[in-house]
């Protein structure tokens, strides 16, 4: 025999040979085709990655499915996620040239090999895209926060269902990773809570004695002057269904986070992030509260400021404190009647720990998106519980911009007895755009 090496291709070539004068079909094993773990380009899910700004870069690389495609309509961010893909995932020159590129957002839906969707535009985009993405059959990864206006949420529950999708957002600490600054994960917390221990209702306050930070960072300014658009950028697109504003730099990209047209400052940035495990740890993915009331200084219309103290109540009596004073340093994150959980997993009823050791783990959540999409069942964090948690933000965000208390109905998701909060709800969007 010869013991000259043979390659995968001549083996691969030798091995169809032999089926062919057998006149059998072989199917060749797997690890002979790539190597161990190996997944053949049409067993793969493949992906399109729509805005790859900053953070849409971090999605090129998101789970194991295939990228085909990027858009946006910034020329030098579609340049900026080549180099990246080059640079920073390792990608072959001819690999980056066969990923396709477009501004328009539709082009890319278009395609039928494309699988998932990854939306990580400014979140004014955020529902459109969802929407149009479901009714053209595809999966969808959003960023938070879900969705701009309580509206657009219950728009998007309601195509991803219609249309069978399976949904996801993009924050992941109810099911991994430790909160910040808090030196937890969300399960054990689960635990203490499910446990009795600390007694009902409860009180959560995030804030930075709870080890979050609001980035006030985030505010608007309100001393733009007009300047022209450049040549890279498709401004009229990048509006898209907000109100025309003169452009300025500061409007788009990586500030835009600061003007209440295209997101909400610190609480749209990092809202959903802090605000979704609360809904999980509460038991509350199918409520949302009653109230709300904030302490902010008289917000600009276009700019958003920041705000001193958000607190929102449910039904029950339970309560969610948004803590942007950052002036108490003892705050408990979790208190009841009997009892408190401080910042780094520190509770005060005496015995806890050991309490603990006997309960349960908490059930097991699907957190692999691609398993989701592949077996058609729901992701841990869904186009559902993840509206409701998107509504804790979109409710904080109403009642600052108002500066006054609001009431709200979790199932009718509308404001009591006030227009100008409903009219929030479902703002009116630039022509043609529409939900």
């Known amino acids: 025999m010869n013991e000259k090496r043979i390659s995968?291709?001549?083996?691969?070539?030798?091995?169809?040979?032999?089926?062919a004068a057998a006149g059998l079909f072989t199917i060749v094993p797997r690890h002979v085709l790539g190597g161990p773990g190996y997944t053949p380009p049409s067993e793969q899910l493949t992906k399109g990655v729509i805005g790859v700004g900053s953070m849409g870069r971090t999605h090129l690389s998101y789970g194991p499915s295939r990228l085909l495609a990027i858009c946006d309509v910034d020329e030098q961010h579609l340049e900026g996620a080549a180099l990246h893909l080059r640079e920073n995932l390792g990608l072959a020159e001819r690999?980056?040239?066969?990923?396709r590129r477009y501004r328009d957002f539709r082009e890319l839906l278009a395609q039928p090999d494309i699988d998932i969707v990854h939306i990580a535009t400014p979140p004014h985009w955020h529902a459109l895209i969802a929407i149009a993405a479901a009714r053209a059959g595809k999966d969808i990864w959003c960023e938070k926060p879900m969705t701009r206006t309580i509206g657009e949420g219950r728009a998007v529950v309601e195509a991803v269902r219609r249309h069978g999708r399976v949904f996801r957002v993009n924050t992941w600490f109810r099911f991994t990773d430790p909160f910040y600054a808090f030196g937890s994960r969300c399960q054990p917390i689960k635990q203490l809570v499910d446990s009795g221990l600390l007694g009902w209702p409860l009180t959560v306050t995030?804030?930075?004695?709870?080890g979050f930070s609001?980035?006030?960072?985030?505010?608007?300014?309100?001393d733009l002057t007009p300047q022209p658009v450049p040549v890279h950028l498709d401004y009229d697109l990048w509006l898209g269904p907000a109100p025309f504003k003169p452009y300025h730099p500061h409007r788009v990209h990586e500030t835009f986070r600061g003007y209440w047209d295209y997101d909400g400052g610190g609480l749209g940035d990092m809202g959903q992030h802090y605000l979704d495990p609360v809904q999980f740890l509460l038991g509350k993915d199918d409520e949302s509260p009653v109230r709300v009331e904030a302490d902010?200084?008289?917000?600009?219309?276009?700019a958003v400021g920041i705000f001193r103290r958000i607190e929102m109540t449910y039904a029950d009596g339970c309560r969610i404190i948004l803590d942007?004073?950052?002036?108490?340093t003892r705050t408990p994150y979790i208190e009841g009647p009997n009892g408190r959980l401080y910042r780094g997993f520190e509770c005060d009823v005496p015995g806890w720990r050991e309490v603990l050791a006997t309960r349960?783990?908490?059930?097991?959540?699907r957190d692999d998106f691609e398993q989701a999409v592949r077996e058609r069942r729901k992701f841990a964090l869904n186009e559902a519980n993840a509206h409701r948690s998107c509504t804790l933000v979109n409710l904080a965000k109403a009642a600052v911009y108002l500066g006054r208390p609001l009431r709200f109905d979790p199932v009718?998701?509308?404001?009591?007895?006030?227009?100008?909060?409903?009219?929030?709800?479902?703002p009116p969007m630039r022509a043609p755009w529409h939900l």
Request: glycine content about 4%; charged content about 30%.
């Open 360 to 365: 349960p783990d908490p059930a097991p959540q």
């Open 95 to 99: 690999q980056v040239r066969e990923i």
């Open 296 to 302: 902010a200084p008289q917000q600009h219309p276009d």
């Open 412 to 426: 009718r998701q509308e404001f009591i007895d006030d227009p100008a909060a409903n009219r929030l709800i479902n």
């Open 324 to 328: 942007g004073s950052e002036s108490e």
């Open 214 to 222: 609001w980035k006030f960072l985030w505010q608007g300014r309100t």
């Open 8 to 19: 995968r291709r001549q083996l691969l070539r030798r091995t169809l040979k032999c089926s």
């Open 206 to 210: 995030v804030g930075l004695a709870t």
